[in-house]
């Protein structure tokens, strides 16, 4: 596997050591006493629209895009699968109370015979995961989905480690 990915959840783990509260209120949200935007006023730019992580982007960046981008589309994906375990899906949720890097958090998974171990063991969460997150992950990052016919792309191990059983 590539260790590209490990750079990755070094750089996740910085960002997110400041990640945290709610972003501000859209632009062009009416106060109190304003007036309704016109019918006729264009919609607001998605700053972040097209824009695939990079790892030379700064710690800011990429506080800005798992903010923008990737932490309000999981916590949808991940309400839709389990509403009451994930309602205060977050920053954390990935991290951790002390923003540690996805690798270091989340639980660890067993590779034994060519095959991940989580799929016998608890087959719901872990097709969840293969079908949804990974693949969601994989093009909120602007990189290619996992391929176990190469062995590239992201997949599991752009968030967990992966223990090869003896």
């Not at 949200?29 to 730019?45: D, V």
Request: net charge neutral; glycine share 8%; with cysteine.
């Amino acid at each position: 596997m590539s260790r590209s990915l490990a750079s990755f959840s070094l750089i996740s783990a910085l960002v997110l050591a400041a990640c945290g509260g709610e972003p501000p209120p859209p632009a062009g949200t009416p106060g109190a006493g304003t007036a309704a935007p016109a019918a006729t006023a264009a919609p607001a730019a998605d700053p972040h629209a097209g824009v695939a992580w990079r790892d030379d982007m700064t710690k800011e960046q990429k506080v800005a895009f798992m903010k923008a981008r990737v932490a309000p589309e999981m916590a949808k994906t991940f309400q839709e699968f389990d509403a009451k375990r994930y309602e205060d899906f977050g920053c954390k949720t990935c991290h951790g109370p002390q923003s540690k890097d996805p690798d270091d958090f989340l639980p660890k998974l067993t590779m034994k015979d060519g095959k991940l171990t989580c799929f016998a063991e608890k087959p719901e969460i872990s097709k969840f995961m293969a079908a949804k997150v990974a693949p969601q992950m994989a093009a909120l990052f602007g990189k290619q989905p996992y391929d176990p016919a190469t062995h590239q792309g992201f997949g599991c191990a752009g968030c967990h480690h992966i223990e090869m059983a003896k």
